[in-house]
């Protein structure tokens, strides 16, 4: 039997893309493999979203925060490194799988030593994330942070037995880097951590009402959405005198709120209780970024309401098979998003086709498929 160890720096209590992803590849593992361990962040209601035949070992970090700061010039970016050093004195796996390559800072050489096959799962390029959100850490955390989180993405792709990638996109980026080495790169994009139901949408009139949700505190969101605005609101306009447009999210920024004052068919509603409910009001619905790597999870939003999705040619990373069958719609420029635009409005297919090709391809079983085909080709499970 195989033994698996799992590490994430993810607190998986938590509902955002990264803690969402990290769920999905533990029930994908899981599923995978019988004899599974989980070391991560401590928290209380585990029940809640970690698979029960994983075994689980909590990080409870003690640490005072004098002497985190001190541990992050060191390349201690969280406490699971003593913790994870600690557990491999008396533990032995056959796998070890690092969830997000920052898990691993100042870890890899250790983990490479135990003579285990080591698998990163890489969430982003963090060269691209930390260029467009690393602003918002304070000045004494950003400098060490973004060197040793740069570093230990180096360290896994050069040491890892297997580097998954969220999007095809993050793996060319990574096998740019290092031309002539075998990085054994994979896309596998991700895959939802709950059973994906099987339901009915009832046909509805359509209308114009787009809906645009995520972090609206956050820089890379911020930036992408008030650059929308001033550039291709007034086309949207333009193709629809009556529309309507709902943003939706964690703590508007105050730019936010100024930039759409005087707009007319803008409502900004903050800290929805429920995205879905949300997005559920919408006909079509928006993801603008145009910043950041690995794969825009708002996007599922959109597809697990029926929803055709209009997007910056960045945020289609990893929804390659939606682009292919005329569910997802991407824009570069004015020009491209007024055709993208023109074709979506014209779209001939109905909900309940685009909510099952979101249920097919994102479903848990679909992702372990993928996971296996990969493992078997490199050998690591027969």
């Not at 291709?232 to 709902?246: E, F, G, H, S, T």
């Not at 920024?253 to 209780?273: A, F």
Request: hydrophobic fraction near 35%; aromatic fraction near 10%.
């Amino acid at each position: 039997m195989c033994k698996v160890l799992i590490i994430t720096c993810h607190k998986l209590d938590e509902d955002n893309g990264g803690a969402n992803a990290s769920k999905g590849f533990i029930h994908c593992l899981a599923s995978l493999f019988d004899d599974c361990a989980l070391i991560f962040p401590e928290f209380e209601d585990t029940d809640a979203f970690i698979p029960s035949n994983c075994t689980l070992y909590p990080c409870h970090d003690a640490r005072p925060k004098l002497q985190k700061g001190l541990d992050m010039y060191r390349g201690v970016v969280s406490g699971l490194y003593a913790h994870v050093r600690k557990h491999l004195e008396t533990h032995r796996y056959d796998i070890i799988v690092v969830d997000h390559s920052v898990t691993a800072t100042s870890l890899v050489s250790y983990l490479k030593q135990t003579g285990t096959k080591l698998i990163t799962i890489h969430h982003n390029v963090e060269r691209d994330y930390l260029r467009d959100n690393g602003n918002e850490r304070p000045i004494t955390f950003r400098y060490p942070y973004n060197y040793f989180a740069r570093k230990s993405e180096r360290d896994c792709l050069l040491n890892s037995d297997v580097n998954l990638t969220l999007s095809q996109r993050d793996a060319d980026v990574f096998a740019s880097w290092y031309p002539s080495r075998n990085l054994h790169l994979h896309s596998i994009g991700i895959m939802e951590y709950r059973p994906i139901a099987d339901k009915t949408f009832v046909p509805k009139p359509k209308g114009h009402t787009f809906a645009i949700t995520g972090s609206l505190c956050y820089g890379q969101s911020l930036v992408s959405i008030v650059d929308f605005l001033r550039r291709y609101y007034a086309i949207l306009q333009k193709a629809c005198p009556d529309v309507r447009i709902i943003i939706a999210g964690r703590n508007p920024s105050p730019v936010l709120y100024e930039e759409c004052k005087d707009m007319e068919g803008i409502e900004i509603i903050p800290n929805p209780e429920k995205i879905a409910d949300i997005v559920r009001l919408a006909d079509y619905y928006i993801c603008p970024i145009f910043a950041g790597s690995g794969i825009k999870l708002r996007v599922l939003d959109a597809l697990k309401q029926g929803l055709p999705v209009l997007c910056h040619s960045i945020s289609s990373a990893g929804y390659e098979p939606f682009v292919d069958k005329g569910i997802l719609f991407p824009y570069s420029d004015t020009a491209s998003f007024e055709a993208s635009l023109h074709r979506m409005l014209c779209l001939d297919i109905s909900s309940n086709e685009i909510y099952q090709s979101f249920r097919q391809y994102f479903s848990v079983e679909a992702g372990a498929w993928r996971l296996r085909q990969i493992l078997q080709k490199e050998g690591i499970v027969i």
